[in-house]
Nanobody
Framework: QAQLVESGGGLVQPGGSLRLSCAAS????????MGWYRQAPGKQRELVAG???????NYADSVKGRFTISRDNAKNTVYLQMNSLKPEDTAVYYC?????????????WGQGTQVTVSS
């Protein structure tokens, strides 16, 4: 089994920055793709950014040029640097990882962290 724990959310003014972190722990053999999703009230969960084990990245059009995803494989951690935040970025942000353990390989979700962009 594995667990994902997010941190770094909070309240920030428009134009501000936040950095989210997501650390994986447990009986991990390997972590493949990792990503960040978000869900705003009344909306479906959407992919924000993803990163492969080799470091290739992809972003939602709405965050390109403002958000940067990165990972530290030695720490089993993925980060999301969010700059130039807008009110429409307000959502619960979830970490997702494709994790291989001794028993199996499957996707895991974190518990979510609230990001609120407001003046």
């Amino acid at each position: 089994q594995a667990q994902l724990v997010e941190s770094g959310g909070g309240l920030v003014q428009p134009g501000g920055s936040l950095r989210l972190s997501c650390a994986a722990s447990g009986s991990i053999f390997n972590i493949y793709a990792m990503g960040w999703y978000r869900q705003a009230p009344g909306k479906q969960r959407e992919l924000v950014a993803g990163i492969t084990s080799g470091g290739s990245t992809n972003y939602a059009d709405s965050v390109k040029g403002r958000f940067t995803i990165s990972r530290d494989n030695a720490k089993n951690t993925v980060y999301l640097q969010m700059n130039s935040l807008k009110p429409e970025d307000t959502a619960v942000y979830y970490c997702n990882a494709d994790v291989g353990t001794i028993m199996h390989r499957r996707g895991y979700w974190g518990q979510g962290t609230q990001v609120t962009v407001s003046s």
